[in-house]
Every structure is written in C-alpha cells, then in structure tokens.
C-alpha cells in the first residue's frame, strides 16, 4: 500500500450530506476529498425538503444560488412542497462538480477508518489509503466511521414501527397543487402524502408515508431488527409476497387519491418497508431540513480553529442531540402515538 499524501478534509460518503458539507467547506475555501462507495444512481429516500434559509445558513448565499438554479428555481415558488429526492441529490451534486476545492472520487468504498496524532485515515477495499487533518463521517446508516467513533454503540435504537415509502402519479385530471403535505389517519395508522414539486414548478407525483406498527415481529425475522436496535433496511425482496397483498388490501381504507395510488403501488411491490430508528422519530417530528445545523461546524473547521470546532460540536449536542434524548427517554416516538 503506497504512503498517500496529506489533503486536508476527507469526507467518507458522497450523498446529501456528504455533498452539503463538502459545499460548505468549498464556500469557505478549503479543500475537500469526497469519497463514495458507489458509481452512478443509488438512490436512498423519495423527497425532502430544502428551504432556502437552511441553505444558505450552511453554505452561503452565493452556493445555495447555485444549488438552487440546478435544483429549478421554479420549484421554490411554490410554497413548502418537498423536492424529489433525486433532484436535491442531483443538484447537490452538480454544484459539487463545479467547485474546484472539492474531489469527488466514486467507487471509493472505505472499509477501515483509523487516526494517529498527525492524520486521520481511510482505506478502501481495493487497497487506496486516503490520509487527512479531518476525517467526517457521512457514510449512512451503516457507517464504518460512526463504528469507529462509537464502537460501543454503532446502530440505532428502533422506535417501534416501519415506514413503508413509495411515490405514485396523481391522476391526470387532479391538480397536484391543490394538495398539501397532510396526515390521514386510519385507525392506528398514519398516512403522510406529500406532493413532489419539479424543477419546473410542476407537481405530477407525491410521494407517501405509511406509519405502521403491525409488522416488528416480520422485521425481526428477517434480520432488520435485532433486540431494539435496526441493522439495516430490508430488501424489497425479503418481503413475502403475501405481506405486499394485505398492504394492498389494506391501503382500500386511505382517501382518493391516494387509496389508488397505494393499491397500485403494493400491487407492483414497487414500496420500500424502512424500520425507523428514535433519531428518525424526532427529526420527522421536529421537520429537520437538510443544512441549517452544518452551517457553524463547518465554519469552525475552514478557520483551522480545532477549539472552535469542539465548541461548535458540543453547541450542536447541547442544542439538538441532548434534547432529542430527553424526547426518546420520555418515551415519545410514534410508536407510542400511534400504539
Ligand atoms: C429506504 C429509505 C428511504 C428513505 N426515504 C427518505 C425520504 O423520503 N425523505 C427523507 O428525507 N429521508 C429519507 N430517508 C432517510 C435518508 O437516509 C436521507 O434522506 C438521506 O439520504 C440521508 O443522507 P445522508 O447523506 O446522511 O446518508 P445517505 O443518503 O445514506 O448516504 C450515505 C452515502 O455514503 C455512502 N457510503 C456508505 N458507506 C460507505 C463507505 N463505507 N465508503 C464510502 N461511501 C460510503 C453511500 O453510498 C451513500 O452515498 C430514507 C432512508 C431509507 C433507508
């Protein structure tokens, strides 16, 4: 293995908040090496939100423009509807590519993260070692980082029920516009549809959530749950066949038009089940959006001012880590909304 040289940021992960923060870091001027494990599309939810507040807090006002005219500016003007997925990924993306104080490298996958006095390092699975004065964590879910950082606890605690996420076409006679992200209940079950808006302002899709409790004993067997903590998100695969058809069944209880965009859905299996850990639970219940909290670390980190960086840390802890645990602590998820 060949001694690499010293750059000055890695950031293991090359998704929204791997880019954000590489952004954020080139908007201040630093250098930044971004590594991701895959090549081409992998997409990992269906909408999110990005306001334009968040945004510049994080990345400035000059960036998040930037952002903003490859994501559709359109798309902004009207109202709070959340954003494809993809297309806040691929914006996201897009700004990175042009900024020349950030390396993407694709089909980096980092197995091994480690640190010294001097460096911090990561080493991928064909043998590149990448060596850094800051080393950040923004590899998901599973994260070789966090499991290096925080052996002891790697996973996160399940808050008691899935998600089962999909998106669908609004018929061709309903105006997307005329709906808003709302909650239909059903029993003890939620429904969460949320129009998408395109780049062009358009709204031809939502995207849905469906909040349910009934399946942790399937989750468990299959290898998702284990105890309290979730390992992982099922493959739809995993899924027998006959759970998709009594979701199908079931989803005949939700509103038009979302009662036949759910039916057709299940009846495709084209639904992602996601079991949802307590830090999911609150940041849903707290309507977190991508950006505004990387605004202070990451100007901490482009001063060179290790201190301010644990300042900015702990501040973040303070400010939304530790009350989330309260919120856990006190048993509030939606499991127990909903239960
Ligand atoms: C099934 C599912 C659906 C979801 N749907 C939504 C949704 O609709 N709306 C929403 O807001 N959130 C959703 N989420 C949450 C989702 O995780 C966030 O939207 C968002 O993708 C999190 O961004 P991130 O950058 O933190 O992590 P991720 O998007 O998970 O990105 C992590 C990145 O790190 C890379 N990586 C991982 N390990 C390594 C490694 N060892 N080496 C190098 N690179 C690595 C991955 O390839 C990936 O690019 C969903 C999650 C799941 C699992």
């Known amino acids: ?20 923060t590489a952004i954020a870091l080139a908007a201040r001027e630093r250098p930044v090496t971004v590594l991701e494990r ?29 952002v903003i005219e490859h994501l559709g500016e359109d798309s902004l003007r009207q109202g709070p509807y959340p954003h494809p997925w993809w297309n806040v990924y691929t914006a996201l993306r897009a700004t990175a590519e042009e900024l020349p104080d950030i390396t993407l490298i694709d089909g980096a996958h980092v197995i091994e993260v480690g640190e010294d006095n001097e460096s911090a390092w990561a080493i991928t699975d064909d043998g590149r070692r990448f060596a850094a ?29 899935i998600v089962w996420l999909g998106q669908s076409d609004f018929p061709p006679e309903v105006n997307g516009k005329d709906y808003r992200v709302d909650f239909e209940s059903g029993g003890p079950e939620l429904l969460a549809p949320y129009p998408m ?44 066949d006959e759970v998709y058809e009594t979701m199908q069944r079931r989803a005949r209880k939700w509103s038009e038009p979302w009662r036949s965009g759910l039916t057709k859905a299940f009846g495709d299996h084209d639904v992602i089940a996601t079991p949802i850990t307590e830090y999911v639970a609150d940041t849903v219940a707290t309507g977190d959006a991508i950006g505004g909290p990387l605004g ?14 644990h300042v900015a840390l702990r501040r973040y802890e303070a400010q939304r880590l530790q009350p989330m645990r309260r919120k856990v602590q006190g048993g509030m998820s939606f499991a127990s909304m909903l239960g």
């Open 197 to 240: 808006v395109q780049g062009d302002g358009t709204i031809p899709r939502y995207g849905w959530a469906w909040f349910d409790t009934s399946h942790n004993d399937l989750l468990r067997e299959i290898g998702a749950i284990d105890g309290d903590e979730v390992l992982h998100t099922p493959r739809t695969t995993a899924i027998p």
């Open 296 to 309: 202070e670390p990451a100007a901490a980190l482009a001063g060179n001012d290790r201190d301010a960086v």
């Open 38 to 66: 895959t090549r081409g599309r992998t997409q990992r939810g269906v909408a999110i939100g990005l306001g334009r507040t968040d945004l510049d807090a994080a990345v400035g006002t000059e960036l998040s423009t930037r």
């Open 1 to 20: 293995m060949s001694e690499p040289d010293l750059v000055e940021t890695i950031i293991v992960g090359g998704s929204l908040a791997g880019l954000t």
């Open 133 to 161: 004065r800051v080393l950040i964590g923004a590899d998901g879910y599973r994260s070789v980082v966090r499991r290096h950082v925080a052996a002891h606890h790697p996973y996160a605690n399940y808050a008691g029920y």
